[in-house]
């Protein structure tokens, strides 16, 4: 079956820790997405990618970073930097690049407690 | 700009009545809407898109939403709850900055009871 696949599903880090979150895609899709989730205030965009060894930040980039070394994998690395980890990290992916039309499917999530 | 309100982040109806999640837009450009649903701990689903092609869009589980551009809105509707339609209801906008960018409402969470 074709989809997107987040990993871990809980995670767990302390203050200070580096962690990163896997994102992988079978569905042959451009672009590639990252979204932060807290309550009441819907998805925001961290990070973006149209295309393979390129990406650009989003509306909440700082204390992130990610890599699109392959079509199918989009990584976001969540850095010691970010104030207020703690949220739902959802990925996204959609079939081309700059399709505004275009519907973007959602893989599951991953939860991330800062302890 | 564009933006989006999703007025009431909760709503409560009963099973079998009316659904109604509303949603306005802002956008300097024609804009495309959408309708996602999350349930808990999970990711979105899309319940329906409108790409400008007709005003009135069918989607899944029997939702429908209206493009109303005078009032700016893409209200979603349901004729019948059912139980399982309890979970978190996303509008969003896109259209503009050259990539596919959703710009996402608060949410509104749907409680259907007995």
């Known amino acids: 079956d074709g989809g997107i696949t987040q990993s871990p599903k809980y995670l767990f880090r302390k203050e200070g820790q580096n962690v990163t979150l896997s994102c992988e895609q079978n569905?042959?899709?451009?672009?590639m997405y990252w979204y932060r989730q807290d309550p009441g205030q819907g998805l925001r965009l961290i990070y973006y990618?149209?295309?393979?060894?390129?990406?650009q930040k989003g509306d909440i980039a700082e204390g992130y970073s990610v890599s699109r070394e392959k079509k199918e994998s989009f990584p976001l690395t969540v850095t010691s930097a970010q104030k207020n980890p703690t949220a739902f990290y959802l990925c996204?992916?959609?079939?081309?690049?700059?399709?505004?039309?275009?519907?973007?499917?959602f893989g599951p999530g991953t939860r991330l407690t800062v302890l | 700009a564009q933006s989006v309100t999703q007025l009431g982040s909760h709503v409560s109806v009963s099973e079998g009545a009316l659904v109604l999640l509303r949603c306005n837009y802002s956008s300097s450009v024609p804009p495309y809407l959408f309708w996602y649903v999350q349930y808990p701990n999970q990711g979105l689903q899309l319940l329906l898109k409108?790409?400008?092609?007709?005003?009135l869009v069918k989607g899944i589980n029997g939702f429908e939403a209206e493009f109303k551009k005078s009032e700016t809105s893409f209200h979603l509707t349901k004729p019948s709850a059912h139980m399982s339609d309890a979970a978190e209801y996303f509008c969003a906008v896109s259209g503009s900055g050259g990539y596919n960018k959703l710009i996402f409402g608060a949410g509104t969470r749907l409680a259907v009871h007995p």
């Open positions: 409108y790409t400008s092609a007709a005003t």
């Open positions: 569905l042959n899709h451009d672009a």
């Open positions: 996204a992916s959609s079939p081309e690049a700059g399709g505004s039309t275009d519907t973007q499917y």
């Open positions: 990618s149209q295309i393979v060894n390129d990406f």
